[in-house]
Every structure is written in structure tokens, then in C-alpha cells.
């Protein structure tokens, strides 16, 4: 049993983490293990902080598109949630969270009536209490071993043994609410396959001078992710210009290809609805009804002033003010194809910080189907600490719940196993 006050702590099953993966392991693992000892280990005050800051403060759930292409990495996401139990079914009738379809221009997505994430951090809590589950909350593993019958956690000052062990820490994104890669670098000591670390879900970083005059503009339209000429990816939505980054929820999906491919150019098309020739068309007239005009009118109507100064200026290399007139047949020419596709060279992903998942983690070679180590019997993995990353759009905190409930589930199980083998 746990002993509070003290430095040295035992239970049973052991989660470090308490966020959505680990809250929903935790209760899984006592669920199937009902004589267990449950504790999550949290290095900060409170579990759950980073459930509060989902979907804008409204906990994008799941999504009713759920399919492999949303997800990324060795670790085969879909394979995981098809073999768990249905999300909206595990909401509604294990945790009396009512779940509707969204309206947060994310279709698909599934979020709790009440529209707010606290509803469901509240939830698992009162599971959490029903069940008698421990939360050890300020304990900072900064190291662990494998011992007799068990694990050894150890933080500053404390030790907690444990005869299973969940690993449910996070990533690197989102520092702010305790996930720091801290464990990852632990594991990677331990001689864990890692594979390689990048932010996602996040705004690409692109050169200022690129971007000079388009802060806080924002487009609807298409965004592709092009390397060496051929399209990786393209993405529907609104983009969203920044200082020295460009974002938004079409840029999210597409941040996770910076890992892999070197030189990555974004290429957006701002005018989607019409073709090429179409738009030539149209600017042609415009040519006409506002030739006496300067040049940073000609798109007036198209975009807000600073995209069509931008346009005019970097497309063309014209002044503004320069008479609308003065433009070419060609230049009419240049300018549609370059409103189709206007092109940034990627410099960088944006940082931990502003990051919303991580790509890479534990590789899918260190685990077996039920999510149970392949180096350390006893020991489970769920939730971003694996290697895997979903498209923004509920994806990510499906694969939490997911995952949790089946190494939860499958810790549970074998520690009841080993209970019955002991008392046979």
C-alpha cells in the first residue's frame, strides 16, 4: 500500500503520467484488476493539466474519420484503436460524458456537450476516486530500474516500487504541462529504439523576409507540402501568415514531414475556387475597369490590402504605386499562376513549446500487440510517448484513450494472472 508522507512507496501497478493516456490506463489497469494497487505518478501539482488546454479548452475527443492516413510513425495507430474499445461508447456509458460532433471547423470532430474540457478531466476523476485509485502527484522520475518482482522509480528524494510499471509520460511538446522528453532520454539509456524526435501539430517556421507584410493575414485555400518539385501532402483550410512562422490547421497537418524531407517549400494556393485561366480571365478585366488606378488596387476585392500589396510587390517586383495600366498581358499571366502557387521555403517547425504533439518516441520494435515492452517484461507503453502522431482533428487524444485502455487493460489482466498463478 501507499504510505504518504513517507520516502519509500509501494503499489501494485504504477502509471507515470497523468494525462489522458495514463488517467484512462490507470482505470483500465483496476478495472481488470480489481485486488490491485493502482497509483499515477504526476511531477506536477494536479493530473490532467494538458486535457484542459485541448481543442482550444473544449477536448476534441475523438473523430468520426478515423483512418490510417491520419496517422504517422512504426507504431500502427488504427491497429491499436480498432482493437480497443469504442471512444464514444467508453465516454458515454463508462464515464457519463455525453459526446456530439463539433462545429470547430474540424469536421469529424467529437467533443462533450458541455463543450468544455474540464467536463472531462471531472470524469475521470470521479472514476479515478471511485475505484480507489492513488494519484502521487509532485514526484518527478528521474530515473527507473528494473528489479526483483517489480520496478524501482526514483525522483530527488523518493522511491516508489512497483510490481508493473505503465509508462504514460508524454513527448517533448507542451512544456508547460510537465512533458519535457525527460523519460524518452531515460529510455533511450536503457537501450530503447527511439526513433527521431520532432515537433508536430505545430506552425512551420519560415524566413522573415519571405513573409515581410503578411503578419496576421489569413487566406482560405489549399496549402501543399513540396519537396524537389513533387507534392508530398495538401491540405484544405484557413492559413494563417505570422511574423516569422505560417500556421493554422491545414499548416498542423502538414508539420510532421519537416522530420524527414530537407528543403520542404509550402506552396498555397489562395484563389482555390477558380483555375488558372479563369483567374486570368477575371484579372484581365479588372485591368480594364481600374487601369487608371495603382497597382495596390488591382486585387482590392481578392484579398485584404497587405496580401494584395505582397502579391503585387513580390510577384511582380512592381511599386504600388505604380498605375494598374502598366501591367502586361504576361504579367496577368505570372500573376495567376503565382496566386495558385505561391511558394515558402520551411526553415523550421515551431517550437516545443507551441507544438501540440511530438513525432517519433518508443519505436514500434520495443513493443508487442499488447503494448507490454519487449525488453522488460511487466512493462507498458501508452499514449505520445510511442511512436506516433496523429493529424490535428481529435486524432492524437483518440490514440491517448486508446492506447491507455489497452496497456492498462493488458497490465491489469497479467497482474491478475499473476495473482491467481501465486495462489493456485
Not at 20 to 43: Q, W
Not at 126 to 150: A, H, P, T
Amino acid at each position: 500500500m501507499i504510505q504518504q508522507g513517507g520516502a519509500f512507496l509501494n503499489t501494485d501497478i504504477a502509471v507515470v503520467g497523468g494525462g489522458a493516456s495514463g488517467l484512462c490506463a490507470a482505470i483500465e489497469a483496476k478495472k481488470f484488476c480489481p485486488a490491485a494497487d493502482v497509483s499515477i505518478i504526476e511531477k506536477l501539482p494536479k493530473c490532467g493539466k494538458k486535457i484542459i488546454a485541448t481543442g482550444n479548452g473544449k477536448c476534441n475527443l475523438s473523430n468520426v474519420n478515423l483512418s490510417s492516413e491520419k496517422y504517422h510513425g512504426s507504431v500502427n495507430a488504427m491497429n491499436i484503436i480498432n482493437n480497443a474499445p469504442d471512444c464514444y461508447e467508453f465516454f458515454t456509458k463508462n464515464l457519463g460524458i455525453l459526446c456530439v460532433e463539433g462545429s470547430e471547423g474540424r469536421q469529424g470532430g467529437l467533443y462533450p456537450s458541455s463543450n468544455s474540457s474540464s467536463t472531462v478531466l471531472n470524469a475521470l476523476r470521479l472514476k479515478i476516486q471511485e475505484l480507489g485509485i492513488n494519484e502521487i502527484c509532485g514526484f518527478d522520475v528521474n530515473s527507473f530500474r528494473q528489479i526483483k518482482n517489480g520496478f524501482a522509480l526514483y525522483s530527488l528524494n523518493d522511491q516508489i516500487c512497483c510490481r508493473k510499471l505503465i509508462i504514460a509520460a508524454g513527448g517533448y511538446a507542451g512544456t508547460s504541462f510537465g512533458t519535457d522528453g525527460s523519460v524518452l532520454r531515460i529510455l533511450k539509456d536503457m537501450g530503447y529504439k527511439i526513433s527521431r524526435i520532432s515537433p508536430a501539430v505545430a506552425p512551420l517556421r519560415v524566413s522573415q523576409n519571405q513573409l515581410k507584410g503578411l503578419k496576421g493575414v489569413r487566406a482560405k485555400g489549399s496549402i501543399s507540402a513540396v519537396h524537389k518539385g513533387r507534392i508530398l501532402r495538401t491540405e484544405k483550410g484557413e492559413i494563417q501568415f505570422n511574423e516569422n512562422n505560417i500556421s493554422g490547421v491545414c499548416v498542423f497537418n502538414l508539420a510532421y514531414l519537416f522530420r524527414d524531407y530537407e528543403n520542404l517549400v509550402l506552396r498555397a494556393d489562395i484563389m482555390p475556387h477558380m483555375t488558372e485561366n479563369e483567374l486570368a480571365d477575371y484579372l484581365f478585366c479588372i485591368r480594364r475597369i481600374r487601369r487608371n488606378y495603382p497597382l495596390e488596387e488591382f486585387l482590392t476585392g481578392l484579398f485584404v490590402k497587405n496580401m494584395s500589396v505582397y502579391i503585387v510587390k513580390n510577384v511582380l517586383g512592381k511599386s504600388p504605386e505604380s498605375k494598374i495600366s502598366s501591367l502586361s498581358d504576361n504579367d496577368i499571366k505570372i500573376l495567376s499562376y503565382r496566386i495558385k502557387e505561391l511558394e515558402f521555403n520551411v526553415t523550421g517547425c515551431s517550437s516545443w513549446q507551441n507544438a501540440q504533439a511530438t513525432y517519433g518516441g518508443i519505436h514500434a520494435d520495443c513493443i508487442n500487440s499488447k503494448l507490454e515492452s519487449v525488453l522488460h517484461k511487466g512493462l507498458y507503453f501508452c499514449g505520445e510517448i510511442l511512436d506516433t502522431v496523429g493529424d490535428c482533428g481529435g486524432y492524437n487524444l483518440q490514440f491517448a484513450w486508446s492506447s491507455g485502455i489497452t496497456a492498462g487493460r493488458n497490465c491489469g489482466i497479467s497482474l491478475k494472472g499473476d495473482y491467481y498463478d501465486k495462489n493456485k
